[in-house]
């Protein structure tokens, strides 16, 4: 993520989750966000290629604090924010292949 700014719901804005607050959380980073592939031989940078929003803006959405039960695994008692898993890696199509964790 190129220069993220963080925003968060303003207190009384926070209780309520609409469907952006479901990915995004009540305090998340926005800014323009590129994703590359790299060779792990040589270090490598193979392609980049720029994530958008849904309506094309070039900005992409990752929470800081979300609630547990929503799109992210949480440490986080039910119904209070927590610090989001973004990439939890998890046997999905009961092959028993799950290769890791990558969090924020």
């Given amino acids: 993520m190129l220069n993220p700014t963080r925003r968060a719901l303003s207190a009384g804005d926070a209780d309520i989750y ?3 607050q479901e990915t995004r959380g ?3 980073y926005e800014g323009p966000t590129r994703v590359s592939l ?3 031989d040589t270090g490598n940078i193979i392609n980049t290629i720029s994530i958008s929003d849904s309506s094309q803006k070039d900005a992409f ?3 800081c604090e979300i609630k547990q039960g929503y799109y992210y ?3 986080a008692p039910p119904e209070t924010e927590g610090k989001p898993v973004i990439l939890d890696y998890r046997d999905i ?3 028993g292949a799950a290769t890791g ?4």
């Fill in 61 to 63: 959405y990752l929470p």
């Fill in 73 to 75: 695994s949480v440490d």
């Fill in 38 to 40: 790299q060779d792990t």
């Fill in 93 to 95: 199509n009961g092959e």
């Fill in 101 to 104: 964790i990558c969090s924020l």
């Fill in 26 to 28: 009540a305090s998340y």
């Fill in 18 to 20: 609409s469907c952006p």
